[in-house]
């Protein structure tokens, strides 16, 4: 059964208006909400610890900042925008011994909620309003007057309302103008999770790196092997974040069709879906969340060592000096 998919129409910002909203954290999806709820027309402060150097950042951009002590008293409702890292800490300290009874807390990932590194007292309202796009990206499109996907959630509703101010919260930041689909913490978290580890961030970076060292040992040069397995990609993954597999398949070549019809399945076969079947399981058994938990309590000794490993590999020396070469690539203004 196809999921409902919730519109303009759906959100109403008026239940806002009048609420005082409070971002907590000035990062990527932090700016991005706090500004395109501001441009929604609802009161929007900015939580930050007094040492933050976002603050001046937030303050240019016209917000009311405060201490984060403060945001949560002033607020109706409070967006968590923390990595999943720090959050514990903050909402520890910070958050939790300021809130009271029909505020509403918000978060734009659910695994502090999913895995229990924070555990809200039972009389807020807790909601997931997650956009499908990094933070310049919702802002960019909010600003073209356009809007990112996104996903809600609820976790505790005492009020009964809670799904009416995701929904209104989703559409101040311009999400329902694209589609707002709702689901729950748990099936965002972990398909999160999977998503990054399997395909987007763990299985592209590794499957990249693999072409790579398959052409060098083989006697080509990197140079080569860098474009064909690493740069050329984004033009293949915009073709399918525009038109889907199908429509990517329309637009290549007929040799490079014939080859992906019949050799991709032999590189991504059953055993790699056996693999990819069984980082789901440590996901949905909490295994991996308290793995990664231990890790960032401990030192990150070893994440510290593969961070620095990657970025030893060959193809990060040969992508530096290509790139420099590239006088039209040009980083993405913030709006």
């Given at each position: 059964?196809?999921?409902?998919?919730?519109t303009?129409?759906?959100?109403?910002?008026?239940?806002?208006?009048?609420?005082?909203?409070?971002?907590?954290?000035?990062?990527?999806?932090?700016?991005?909400?706090?500004?395109n709820?501001?441009?929604?027309?609802?009161?929007?402060?900015a939580?930050?610890?007094r040492?933050?150097k976002?603050?001046?950042?937030?303050?240019?951009?016209?917000?009311?900042?405060?201490?984060?002590?403060?945001?949560?008293?002033?607020a109706d409702v409070i967006?968590?925008?923390?990595?999943?890292?720090?959050?514990?800490?903050v909402?520890?300290?910070?958050?939790?011994?300021?809130?009271?009874?029909?505020q509403?807390?918000?978060?734009?990932?659910?695994f502090?909620?999913?895995y229990?590194?924070?555990?809200?007292?039972?009389?807020?309202?807790?909601?997931?309003?997650?956009p499908k796009?990094?933070?310049?990206?919702?802002?960019?499109?909010?600003?073209?007057?356009?809007?990112?996907?996104?996903?809600?959630?609820?976790?505790?509703?005492?009020?009964?309302h809670?799904?009416?101010?995701?929904?209104?919260?989703?559409?101040?930041?311009?999400?329902?103008?694209?589609?707002?689909?709702?689901?729950t913490?748990?099936?965002?978290?972990?398909?999160?999770?999977f998503?990054?580890?399997?395909?987007?961030?763990?299985?592209?970076?590794?499957?990249?790196?693999?072409?790579f060292?398959?052409?060098?040992?083989?006697?080509?040069?990197?140079?080569?092997?860098y474009?064909?397995?690493?740069?050329?990609?984004?033009?293949?993954v915009?073709l399918i974040?525009?038109?889907?597999?199908?429509g990517?398949?329309?637009?290549?070549?007929e040799?490079?069709?014939?080859?992906?019809?019949?050799?991709?399945?032999?590189?991504?076969?059953?055993?790699?879906?056996?693999?990819?079947?069984?980082?789901?399981?440590?996901?949905?058994?909490?295994?991996?969340?308290?793995?990664?938990?231990?890790?960032?309590?401990t030192?990150?000794?070893?994440?510290?060592?593969?961070?620095?490993?990657?970025?030893?590999?060959?193809?990060e020396?040969?992508?530096?000096?290509l790139?420099?070469?590239?006088?039209?690539?040009?980083?993405?203004?913030?709006?």
């Open positions: 059964m196809a999921a409902r998919i919730y303009d129409k759906d959100g109403d910002l008026r239940w806002l208006k009048g609420k005082t909203c409070a971002v907590i954290g000035f990062g990527s999806q932090g700016r991005a909400h706090a500004l709820l501001r441009d929604s027309g609802l009161t929007v402060v939580g930050l610890y040492e933050s976002s603050r001046i950042v937030a303050r240019r951009a016209g917000l009311k900042v405060v201490d984060t002590p403060e945001a949560v008293r002033r967006f968590l925008a923390l990595p999943d890292t720090k959050m514990p800490e909402y520890k300290k910070e958050i939790a011994p300021h809130l009271r009874p029909g509403t807390l918000v978060v734009a990932h659910g502090a909620i999913h229990r590194t924070i555990v809200p007292r039972k009389d807020v309202d807790v909601v997931m309003v997650a796009g990094l933070g310049p990206m919702v802002r960019r499109e909010f600003v073209k007057g356009r809007g990112v996907p996104a996903l809600i959630a609820i976790h505790q509703n005492p009020s009964r809670a799904k009416r101010t995701a929904l209104a919260w989703a559409k101040g930041i311009g999400s329902t103008r694209a589609g707002v689909i709702e689901t913490f748990r099936e965002e978290t972990e398909t999160d999770l998503g990054e580890q399997a395909v987007l961030c763990g299985g592209t970076s590794a499957l990249i790196r693999a072409g060292e398959t052409l060098a040992r083989a006697g080509y040069p990197p140079e080569l092997a474009f064909e397995c690493l740069h050329e990609l984004k033009f293949i915009d974040h525009e038109a889907g597999i199908a990517m398949r329309a637009l290549i070549s040799t490079a069709k014939w080859g992906e019809l019949t050799v991709g399945p032999k590189i991504i076969d059953q055993t790699v879906q056996k693999q990819m079947a069984t980082a789901l399981r440590a996901i949905r058994s909490g295994k991996f969340a308290r793995e990664f938990i231990r890790e960032m309590k030192g990150r000794r070893r994440y510290a060592r593969l961070l620095r490993e990657s970025e030893k590999h060959p193809i020396t040969v992508g530096r000096r790139r420099s070469l590239m006088s039209w690539k040009t980083k993405t203004k913030k709006q």
